[in-house]
């Protein structure tokens, strides 16, 4: 293979929108459609690596809008590159601009997914895992009354979930007490239940609500409280006998290291969409592994495409074993060809295709504008 063969040629941005089986709800809002910006880089040869990204203005502030903006400034740099000095691109993208990690994080998977393939091996190898963990995903029980999401708890679970995650963080936090006991009625005493408040509470609710918890089998609880609100953070999480998980307080390596130096959080909730993609996911896993400190990964509203990469990032990591991997399973469609499956017992798996192995059927690509840099 010639070095002409092994240069950006051209990339294609996808502005694609799909709508959501139900809305799904949470302490700060609720979507209806999954809208996420697709970015295609191709090879002078005609090989190509694609990614994606979902904008989700309430936790990192991004829109499609500007997102496919963004985009472009960052195609016109990449044009005419070697691919696989990555670091450099990325380096590149920081310079071009700053914060913006969920656009980035697409431009990161399709170099990824293009860099695996160039080498002809699955993006788990190509990260230096393996392919022998077992990964199972919880599902989702979105913020509602308390009645439709003991139905929705008690839905899941006849569909053999393994584990549930539930939406909450209303102030006060009372009615959410309400909630997850009911859920806990309802489906009994051994199915595992997660909590996430998406920094719903504040230090007096989320104290009143993980106590009363406290016998109700919480595996952990994500973002009790406001993110920047550090101090409560940690009177928080050396109080509580429920383990507290960091998310929307960890974009990236730096806030990771951060949280865990102020013993902020027990766990740490790592998603492409905030670290800017999997380069910095990689160390941001390893601050954690240095650490002693387990990890989940999780989604925004991603398809099977950009969940396929989030596994084969999983499978490099020993201490991620909490897998958020749902967001497809609420989708109305599913145009992806190839990538993860799901079992019936909802294990979540990828074969050997070199890169991630998925890719958007070209019929639903046509339905959206293409955006061409070259």
Same mark, same amino acid.
């Given at each position: 293979m010639t070095m002409n063969g092994l240069k950006i040629d051209r990339i294609e941005i996808y502005p694609t929108r799909i709508k959501l089986i139900e809305p799904f709800v949470i302490s700060v809002g609720a979507i209806t459609h999954a809208r996420n910006t697709v970015v295609k880089i191709i090879l002078t040869d005609g090989r190509?690596?694609?990614?994606?990204?979902?904008?989700?203005?309430?936790?990192?502030?991004?829109?499609?809008?500007?997102?496919?903006?963004?985009?472009?400034?960052?195609?016109?740099?990449?044009?005419?590159?070697?691919?696989?000095?990555?670091?450099?691109?990325?380096?590149?993208?920081?310079?071009?601009?700053?914060?913006?990690?969920?656009? @980035?994080?697409?431009?990161?998977?399709?170099?990824?997914?293009?860099? +695996?393939?160039?080498?002809? $091996? #699955? /993006?788990?190898?190509?990260?230096?895992?393996?392919?022998?963990?077992?990964?199972?995903?919880?599902?989702?029980?979105?913020?509602?009354?308390?009645?439709?999401?003991?139905?929705?708890?008690?839905?899941?679970?006849?569909?053999?979930?393994?584990?549930?995650?539930?939406?909450?963080?209303?102030?006060?936090? @009372?009615?959410?007490?309400?909630?997850?006991?009911?859920?806990?009625? +309802?489906?009994?005493?051994? $199915? #595992? /239940?997660?909590?996430?408040?998406?920094?719903?509470?504040?230090?007096?609710?989320?104290?009143?609500?993980?106590?009363?918890m406290k016998d109700l089998n919480i595996e952990h609880c994500e973002e009790p409280i406001a993110a920047a609100n550090i101090r409560d953070q940690k009177r928080l999480t050396e109080w509580s006998t429920i383990p507290i998980m960091a998310d929307e307080a960890v974009f990236n390596h730096h806030d990771a290291?951060?949280?865990?130096?102020?013993?902020?959080?027990?766990l740490i909730n790592i998603k492409l969409g905030k670290t800017g993609g999997i380069e910095n996911a990689m160390k941001v896993a390893s601050i954690c592994e240095a650490a002693g400190v387990y990890c989940q990964v999780g989604s925004f509203s991603e398809s099977r495409l950009g969940i396929s990469a989030l596994v084969h990032f999983d499978l490099a990591w020993d201490n991620i074993i909490y897998h958020d991997l749902d967001s497809p399973l609420m989708m109305s469609e599913d145009p992806i060809i190839g990538g993860l499956s799901y079992s019936d017992k909802w294990q979540v798996t990828v074969d050997d295709s070199p890169g991630h192995g998925a890719d958007y059927d070209p019929s639903f690509l046509k339905m959206f504008e293409c955006v061409a840099v070259k």
């Amino acid at each position: 293979m010639t070095m002409n063969g092994l240069k950006i040629d051209r990339i294609e941005i996808y502005p694609t929108r799909i709508k959501l089986i139900e809305p799904f709800v949470i302490s700060v809002g609720a979507i209806t459609h999954a809208r996420n910006t697709v970015v295609k880089i191709i090879l002078t040869d005609g090989r190509y690596g694609i990614g994606e990204c979902c904008p989700y203005r309430s936790i990192h502030g991004e829109t499609m809008e500007g997102q496919m903006a963004i985009a472009q400034d960052i195609a016109k740099n990449l044009i005419g590159l070697d691919p696989r000095t990555s670091k450099r691109h990325l380096h590149m993208m920081n310079k071009v601009m700053k914060n913006n990690a969920s656009i @980035k994080a697409a431009f990161d998977m399709a170099l990824y997914d293009l860099n +695996a393939k160039i080498a002809e $091996l #699955p /993006l788990y190898i190509f990260l230096g895992g393996d392919n022998k963990k077992e990964i199972f995903t919880d599902n989702t029980v979105s913020l509602l009354e308390a009645d439709k999401m003991v139905d929705k708890a008690l839905q899941f679970k006849d569909l053999g979930f393994p584990v549930l995650k539930v939406k909450l963080g209303e102030q006060p936090s @009372k009615k959410d007490v309400e909630r997850i006991t009911s859920i806990r009625k +309802a489906v009994g005493d051994t $199915l #595992p /239940l997660r909590v996430d408040a998406n920094q719903g509470w504040n230090f007096y609710d989320a104290k009143y609500a993980l106590n009363a918890m406290k016998d109700l089998n919480i595996e952990h609880c994500e973002e009790p409280i406001a993110a920047a609100n550090i101090r409560d953070q940690k009177r928080l999480t050396e109080w509580s006998t429920i383990p507290i998980m960091a998310d929307e307080a960890v974009f990236n390596h730096h806030d990771a290291y951060r949280i865990l130096a102020e013993n902020a959080a027990d766990l740490i909730n790592i998603k492409l969409g905030k670290t800017g993609g999997i380069e910095n996911a990689m160390k941001v896993a390893s601050i954690c592994e240095a650490a002693g400190v387990y990890c989940q990964v999780g989604s925004f509203s991603e398809s099977r495409l950009g969940i396929s990469a989030l596994v084969h990032f999983d499978l490099a990591w020993d201490n991620i074993i909490y897998h958020d991997l749902d967001s497809p399973l609420m989708m109305s469609e599913d145009p992806i060809i190839g990538g993860l499956s799901y079992s019936d017992k909802w294990q979540v798996t990828v074969d050997d295709s070199p890169g991630h192995g998925a890719d958007y059927d070209p019929s639903f690509l046509k339905m959206f504008e293409c955006v061409a840099v070259k």
